[in-house]
T-cell receptor, first 112, second 117 residues
């Protein structure tokens, strides 16, 4: 079966711009979580959605937002990009959020 | 505190040897402890997970040992192979307020494992 699909794989944006990343979970998975991975901070939780509702939120500024659609696909948006937002953004999905999460390969965002 | 501390940062093992990675946590509310393996250019892949009601769980060459009183858990990779060379992350989670989700994983900093042939 298809895994978690994240698009695009690579993205270069200019400081001050905004960006939208997309995640298609495994079929039948209704929980989607987002993480930021950087060499310095490691893997940090952004937020989790289930049935179009945000269930958990990490400690990121309001510039980071997300949403989930009725087909469980999810998007995250970062507004007013800063150089420090350069990272690998990972999406993970689970059937209900009480079992193992499967990660996608991520979107590599570079802010210049 | 929400931290999960992982050690060592890097580990070199000979083929056939045992790789051991340790993690410690502070938040006693954590009750789900997965381990992930990540190869370059890929997302983390779930290896094995444990809940605090058992002290050990084994799946193939991978074993998690869990010590609830010490708030520590470890991953043992038996008969390590060059193909096991990757970055390994421990993580921990607790249910959300509604008890419906373990989706907020707190990760350790990772261990880069190199297995020499």
């Amino acid at each position: 079966k298809a895994g978690v699909t994240q698009t695009p794989r690579y993205l270069i944006k200019t400081r001050g711009q905004q960006v939208t990343l997309s995640c298609s979970p495994i079929s039948g998975h209704r929980s989607v979580s987002w993480y930021q991975q950087t060499p310095g901070q490691g893997l940090q939780f952004l937020f989790e959605y289930f049935s179009e509702t945000q269930r958990n939120k990490g400690n990121f500024p309001g510039r980071f937002s997300g949403r989930q659609f009725s087909n469980s696909r999810s998007e995250m948006n970062v507004s007013t990009l800063e150089l420090g937002d350069s990272a690998l953004y990972l999406c993970a999905s689970s059937k209900r959020g009480q079992d193992g999460y499967t990660f996608g390969s991520g979107t590599r965002l570079t802010v210049v | 505190q929400q931290q999960v501390k992982q050690s060592p940062q890097s580990l070199i093992v000979q083929k056939g040897g045992i790789s051991i990675i340790n993690c410690a946590y502070e938040n006693t509310a954590f009750d789900y402890f997965p381990w992930y393996q990540q190869f370059p250019g890929k997302g983390p892949a779930l290896l094995i997970a444990i809940r605090p009601d058992v002290s050990e769980k084994k799946e193939g060459r991978f074993t998690i040992s869990f010590n609830k009183s010490a708030k520590q858990f470890s991953l043992h990779i038996m008969d390590s192979q060059p193909g096991d060379s990757a970055t390994y992350f421990c993580a921990a989670s607790s249910a959300n307020a509604g008890g419906t989700s373990y989706g907020k994983l707190t990760f350790g900093q990772g261990t880069i494992l190199t297995v020499h042939p």
